[in-house]
């Protein structure tokens, strides 16, 4: 319902904006709030724009990075590190160790693929975790986001098939859907993403027919679920079969707080795109992250990167060396993996306590996020609006895929907030669910929506 104490309406594209600040759209018969504060943007500039740019949408997760950062207000929404967690005095340690051996390079342009230290830290990070490459093989990037914005410059063409996973990472999206592919999802389940589903969809694209196949392993942004050994096989084996490269994006690969190791897909096939990211192992502020690859796919990539900024921060990459020599980060990550698992387990108990029965969410075994599925006839987006008065933040489901699915699910980030906020932030939601599934559930029962909306899909547990 539109407020009544509104001073002024506007009703643009079907939407009202009301001041003060919201946005009411009719849905299915009534005005329904589809955000919590409204801007109105008049762009003289609209219509110069590139074709390009009217396919990437904004996700709630920045939209909503204003609301989630009011202290008044419990944040579930985005996925970020705790870097509170991250002492001072050691950053402090790696600045000064930077300047006073690093100097000068450290404040002039560097290579384009990255300083030579930092690319031999890698390797050995890389070698770790079963990845055996040289320098040579790694460029270092602005973050693993710079390396999807690369791949997809080199990669795609207007029209060209990628496969991912179904929901999938935003970032990943909005980089994708700059150069105007067509985005094939595939379905996952608590093992990851299904083989079958995937074989079916490569059957249908043909050999090389898709540009490459995108898949977060471990702890996926943002259902949570891990790609099991054996699928990972299976996917690698496929991926030969259809001559398909593999970017393999491993942000969360280790925060793991259950269960063991599990080799990543670049460890089973040198050809793999690999991209991995200091932001949760350190911290994002520093926009450091790397690409392993063939080397002729990073030969392509290092000239888009030339043409987007010529080359990365060379102080922050000093500043990254000098931080990860020793053992300090090794402690500091160690206690991030402790206070990490400590908010999962604080997340699903409250879960299991406050949700619906007729709710089911996964069980991630590390990373950041839980992904909560609702009956069908669900659309969260709406409800996101009402969390935020509350005092509570999520994601919409729907934001993870490219259009048109995913609106009876949505995401929770476990990684920012101290337990008991975590609880009392999912007791607020399961409030919001409690209102809504009510009038839902009654809808339902005298059948005013099909039958088929009844049915929940996604990830399940
Ligand atoms: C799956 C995934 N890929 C890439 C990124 C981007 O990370 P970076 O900070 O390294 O750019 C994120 C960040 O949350 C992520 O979740």
């Not at 098939?161 to 608590?190: H, K, N, W």
């Not at 096939?269 to 063939?294: N, Q």
């Not at 008991?420 to 007791?427: D, H």
């Not at 669910?433 to 996604?458: E, H, I, K, M, N």
Request: hydrophobic content about 40%.
């Amino acid at each position: 319902m539109v407020p009544r104490e509104t001073t002024l309406a506007l009703l643009i594209w079907g939407v009202v904006f009301v001041f003060p600040g919201n946005a009411y759209r009719r849905r299915r018969g009534r005005w329904v709030s589809v955000m919590g504060t409204a801007r109105v943007i008049f762009d003289k500039w609209d219509g110069r724009y590139s074709t390009a740019m009217s396919e990437v949408r904004s996700s709630a997760v920045r939209d909503l990075f204003a609301a989630a950062s009011r202290p008044d207000v419990i944040s579930l929404s985005g996925g970020m590190p705790d870097v509170r967690r991250v002492p001072h005095d050691a950053v402090q340690r790696a600045v000064r160790e930077a300047m006073q051996h690093d100097g000068a390079s450290a404040l002039q342009y560097g290579s384009s693929t990255g300083r030579v230290q930092l690319r031999s830290t890698i390797v050995g990070l890389m070698a770790e975790t079963g990845v055996r490459l040289s320098e040579d093989d790694i460029i270092v990037t602005a973050g693993a986001q710079q390396g999807l914005d690369l791949l997809a410059k080199v990669f795609l063409d207007p029209g060209d098939v990628v496969i991912c996973e179904g929901p999938t990472y935003v970032g990943a999206l909005q980089a994708f859907s700059a150069y105007r592919p067509r985005i094939e999802c595939i379905e996952m389940d608590e093992h990851g993403m299904r083989m079958d589903l995937m074989e079916e969809t490569l059957r249908r694209v043909g050999p090389r027919g898709a540009k490459f196949i995108y898949t977060i392993p471990n702890f996926q942004n943002p259902a949570g679920v891990t790609l099991t050994g054996e699928r990972r096989r299976r996917l690698l084996e496929l991926a030969h079969e259809y001559d398909i490269p593999v970017v393999e994006d491993d942000p969360y690969g280790r925060l793991r707080y259950e269960g063991g190791h599990i080799l990543p897909l670049k460890a089973l096939d040198a050809d793999v795109i690999y991209l991995g990211t200091f932001s949760k192992i350190f911290a994002p502020g520093l926009r450091l992250g790397w690409m392993a690859a063939p080397r002729p796919i990073l030969a392509k990539t290092l000239l888009a990167k030339q043409a987007a900024d010529l080359c990365g921060s060379s102080f922050a990459q000093s500043v990254a060396e000098h931080y990860m020599t020793g053992t300090t980060w090794r402690r500091v990550l160690a206690d991030l993996t402790r206070t990490y698992h400590e908010r999962r387990d604080a997340m699903l108990d409250a879960l299991t306590e406050y949700f619906p029965a007729d709710v089911t969410w996964t069980h991630p075994e590390g990373g950041f996020f839980v992904w909560v599925t609702l009956p069908g006839y669900v659309d969260t987006r709406p409800l996101l609006a009402e969390a935020v008065e509350r005092g509570v933040t999520f994601v919409p489901g729907s934001d993870f895929f490219p259009a048109g699915r995913g609106a009876n699910s949505l995401r929770l980030a476990f990684c920012y907030e101290e337990p008991a906020k975590i609880a009392e932030g999912v007791r607020r939601i399961a409030e919001v669910l409690d209102d809504t599934l009510g009038l839902y559930r009654a809808f339902a029962a005298a059948g005013a929506f099909p039958q088929s909306a009844c049915v929940g899909r996604g990830v399940d547990r």
